[in-house]
Nanobody
Framework: VQLQASGGGLVQPGGSLRLSCAAS????????MGWFRQAPGKEREFVAR????????YYADSVKDRFTISRDNAKNTVYLQMNSLKPEDTAIYYC????????????WGQGTQVTVSS
C-alpha cells in the first residue's frame, strides 16, 4: 500500500490550499482515510477523516468550518481543501489509512509541508 501526499506550499493568511493523497496497492472502499499534521515542536494531531464507503467525515474543532475532506473513488484519491488558513495551520500534513474497524492507522504517506505566513 502506498499513500502519496502532495499539494503543500507557502500561502498567506486567509488563503487556500488543496492537499491530495493518492492511494494505491489495495482497495480502499472499506477504509477510513485521515489527515494529520505535525507542527515544529508539537505532537502529531488529528485533522480530519472520511469513511471511504459512505463519505461521512469528521473534523478537529480547530479546522471545522474551514477544512473539507473529500474522496474521488475513480482516482482513489482523498483531498483536504483548506480555506481561511491561519499561521497556526503551519505544519507537515500526513495522510493515513486504516481498515474501518481498526483503532490505529496502519498506512502513512510521506507528508507535505504547509506554511502559512505573510
Amino acid at each position: 500500500v502506498q499513500l502519496q501526499a502532495s499539494g503543500g506550499g507557502l500561502v498567506q493568511p486567509g488563503g487556500s490550499l488543496r492537499l491530495s493523497c493518492a492511494a494505491s496497492g489495495r482497495t480502499f472502499s472499506s477504509s477510513v482515510m485521515g489527515w494529520f499534521r505535525q507542527a515544529p515542536g508539537k505532537e502529531r494531531e488529528f485533522v480530519a477523516r472520511i469513511i471511504w464507503s459512505s463519505g461521512t467525515s469528521y473534523y478537529a474543532d480547530s479546522v471545522k468550518d474551514r477544512f473539507t475532506i473529500s474522496r474521488d473513488n475513480a482516482k482513489n484519491t482523498v483531498y483536504l481543501q483548506m480555506n481561511s488558513l491561519k499561521p497556526e495551520d503551519t505544519a507537515i500534513y500526513y495522510c493515513a489509512a486504516k481498515a474501518s474497524g481498526a483503532f490505529t492507522y496502519k498506512y502513512w504517506g510521506q507528508g507535505t509541508q504547509v506554511t502559512v505566513s505573510s
